[in-house]
């Protein structure tokens, strides 16, 4: 089962304006073929269909903690992309009436590149990529051999690596760079993690790959912080008690990558201490243009006081 908690993994920067091209492009990390949904239902299903898990415990907790970890990564993903397409917060928003709807007042979103995320979700996200093509099961890998499905995972983290750093590359707002930074950190601790599962049961020294892409990190401003912090040294397991086993694979002596801070790996009870998540506000006009916002708010007043 999954714990909830009402955090993102890390606290996201106010965009600088509202952006809908930049938000399209920041939707290739959450349904491209080397997306977050891509990672996420590789592994969870993976893990679902782990065979012999008793056996192979630290395999299988490994495959199962990331999961859990990929799953925070959708939804940061996701607040990011609606924090491009929405602009920065606005007190009180929420309370203004809408305006003259006859005006055209979203004339703009006609020319965003994916004009659907506004027509269809409100500035929300989807699983698409930066094109609106939908993301599918055709990219879920779980072959049932662990050694298959942890090589297919390590060629997954590389492909997402260089997936991050293009569109890093591409944006300039500091909301979806700080998505890139942070991901590139945690998508390079990742694939470390599946090398080193493949050195224990094969003996082959594939972190001599590593890092593939060659994409070094002390070079992005944005991921600077998470190396000083040592996030490139840590894998959660993401649960109180479960999936301790991954210090079999991810600590006795391992050390960080060649080109980044050195240090031992370390493996972290639990979650990361995480950040807020963006109150993003409503808009009469595109929401509820017939209905006073005012009304719902006093409403949910009323419930949250009653189960306080």
């Known amino acids: ?28 990390l959450l349904g491209g073929k080397y997306g977050e949904m891509s990672t996420l239902g590789n592994y969870l299903f993976q893990s679902f269909n782990f065979r012999s898990k008793s056996k192979l415990r630290p395999f299988y907790s490994l495959v199962a903690a990331i999961t859990a970890e990929e799953l925070g990564h959708l939804e940061l993903v996701s607040n990011g992309v609606s924090m491009l397409a929405n602009g920065p917060d606005e007190k009180d928003a929420d309370m203004e009436g809408g305006g003259d709807i006859s005006d055209a007042p979203y004339d703009m979103m006609k020319d965003a590149r994916l004009a659907a995320a506004f027509y269809s979700h409100g500035g929300g996200a989807v699983p698409v990529d930066s094109n609106g093509l939908s993301w599918n099961k055709d990219f879920i890998t779980t072959t049932g051999n662990v050694i298959f499905d942890l090589l297919h995972n390590f060629h997954l983290e590389c492909g997402a690596r260089l997936h ?15 998505v890139c930074g942070y991901l590139l950190v945690r998508g390079s601790v990742h694939a470390h993690a599946y090398a080193l599962a493949l050195k224990k049961i094969t003996g082959v020294e594939i972190e001599k790959m590593l890092p593939t892409p060659n994409i070094p990190l002390g070079n992005i401003p944005e991921a600077q912080k998470y190396l000083d912090e040592g996030s490139h040294r840590r894998l959660y397991t993401f649960s109180p008690d479960d999936y301790q086993e991954i210090a079999g694979i991810w ?56 189960s306080r």
């Open 251 to 306: 600590g006795n002596g391992e050390v960080a990558l060649p080109d980044d801070p050195p240090g031992e790996l370390e493996v972290v009870e639990g979650m990361p201490d995480g950040g807020k998540i963006q109150e993003l506000v409503g808009e009469p006009n595109a929401f509820t243009p017939d209905y006073a916002p005012e009304e719902m708010f006093e409403i949910a007043q009323k419930l949250y006081k009653k």
């Open 1 to 28: 089962m999954f714990l909830r908690v009402d955090k993102l993994q890390i606290d996201l920067p106010q965009p600088a304006a509202q952006d809908p091209n930049a938000a399209a492009a920041l939707q290739e």
């Open 164 to 178: 991050k750093l293009r569109v890093y590359e591409s944006l300039t707002d500091p909301t979806g760079r700080e």
